[in-house]
């Protein structure tokens, strides 16, 4: 009897050693107890009995998911091939195992197919300029698709942009001529501009006597200052005397 009962004890030790587990602080057991779940357990120690319970360990961290590069047609007709990275983590670690088979496979495939869509909604253009508003509606969607496992959609990130060769030089094409039309624009801007200020000194010149010859004055002095240059002075025939073609008049011989 004695041996019988120290057996058992023994056999007790031995199935209460192999149930014990030892939960990390990020992962939490899901039990299932008979084929029911009866709750979740973690972190620490924790004992599961063989034979009547089966645990399943779920990883409660952020998960990043990598999505491969999907080939979709743009709403302008413009073939792409976009990729992107998602953030998710488990919330409900219970419905993660009784509502679907693979909730990391699942959400995979969500995130595939809806990120395809949206590239299909979308222009080119859109893809390349609004990518925040693009990746609020892929974290939305695809987060209201896994809701129901358990599992919470942090953030899609759109990562990589690829289009055909033939697109990306009409688009350097498009883009240097913008900014040949925006340098064009500046410099017309400048000569209006200088125009107007010329027309104001003109104005304010053509007002004040005197003002111009000061000016000629001004201009002679600064071509004076180059050494290599010819200087030719203008002077007005009235500052010429009458009285000297009167004395040539006059003249005897």
């Given at each position: 009897?004695?041996?019988i ?20 602080e ?7 107890r ?47 091939k ?154 007005p ?17």
């Open positions: 009897m004695v041996e009962l120290g057996g058992l004890l023994f056999l007790a030790l031995i199935l209460t050693i192999s149930g014990l587990r030892f939960v990390k990020y992962d939490r057991l899901v039990i299932l008979l084929g029911r779940a009866v709750g979740v357990r973690g972190p620490g120690p924790q004992l599961v009995f063989p034979l009547i319970e089966r645990a399943q360990k779920i990883d409660t961290r952020v998960i990043t998911l990598p999505i491969p590069p999907q080939e979709a047609i743009t709403r302008d007709n413009v073939s792409a976009v990729a992107a990275v998602c953030f998710f983590q488990v919330i409900d670690p219970v419905k993660a195992v009784l509502k679907v088979e693979n909730a990391m496979d699942a959400t995979f495939q969500v995130a595939q197919t809806t990120l395809r869509t949206i590239v299909g909604q979308h222009d080119l253009d859109d893809l390349l300029t609004e990518r925040d508003t693009i990746n609020q509606k892929l974290s939305a969607i695809i987060d209201r698709q896994t809701e129901s496992w358990g599992i919470k959609v942090n953030s899609v990130e759109l990562k990589d942009l690829e289009i055909p060769v033939n697109m990306q030089r009409a688009m350097a094409r498009q883009a240097e001529a913008e900014r040949e039309r925006r340098a064009k624009v500046v410099a017309a801007d400048g000569e209006l501009q200088a125009a107007h200020k010329l027309k104001e000194a003109a104005a304010v010149i053509s007002s004040q006597a005197g003002a111009m010859q000061l000016r000629q004055l001004q201009t002679m002095l600064e071509v004076a200052s180059e050494k290599t240059s010819t200087l030719i002075i203008p002077v025939m009235e500052l010429f005397p009458e009285g000297g073609k009167d004395d040539e008049e006059d003249d005897p011989q």
